[in-house]
């Protein structure tokens, strides 16, 4: 992952980055910038952008404009120490508006965010019986289940049998999106609706197993997946 920090105030700079060295992978490109001017001059594509509001000439939000412009696919942080200037991030298509006077809670959230939604738009490959390997758009998935010796996944408009076993499919989804309910079966949070005693109920009327021992994982798994796609 490819991150930025633009903050004019070289305190408030070596916090964030301090905060990121904790919490982002060691494999992750950080690079800071001491104005918008700078950044703007030397900008890229980055996967996210953590941008201070209040900066001399060009500010956070006019600075997320002329980014954004140019790379509409990058996501963009706002920091602030004035919640009252929330609302306006949100006009410039800010992918969080993060309070400087809880920034490690509010960084880790959007990195963890971003990574869930990097992951839903990418694709797994399968074997698929008798037609060989097979990409799958993972978003598509809206569970997976066991039935013999092999695996059905269950996309929007379709079905799939792969040769795949549960245990290599579960390792190709790992990640908050997915939940294993049962040892049969793995379910998409995104198509979650609903949970009976021993079931979940889809978005798509379809049931799948719960275990017991698994329920309040599950439940607690669905509530942060709720609250992760209602803070996008």
Known sequence: MQIAIVDDEIIWRQKIEKCLRKIADKNDGIETFL??????????????????????????????RLYKS??????????????????????????????????????????????????????IEVNVLFQGKYQI????????????????????????ECTDTMKEVCEKLEGDIFFKSHQSFLVNMDYVENCGKNEIILKTNEKVMLSKRKRKAFEEAFFKRTFQCANR
């Open 35 to 64: 104005s918008a001017e700078e950044f703007l001059k030397n900008a890229k594509k980055y996967d996210i952008v953590f941008m201070d509001v209040e900066m001399n000439k060009i500010d956070g939000f006019e600075a997320t």
């Open 70 to 123: 140019k790379y509409q696919d990058s996501v963009v942080a706002m920091l602030t120490t004035h919640d009252e200037m929330c609302g306006r991030g949100y006009i410039f298509d800010a992918f969080r508006y993060i309070s400087k006077l809880d920034m490690d809670n509010g960084i880790k959230e959007a990195l963890d965010s971003l990574k869930i939604i990097s992951k839903n738009n990418k694709f």
């Open 137 to 160: 758009e993972i978003r598509d998935i809206i569970y997976v289940e066991t039935y013999g010796r092999h695996t059905i996944i269950h996309l929007n408009e379709k079905v799939i």
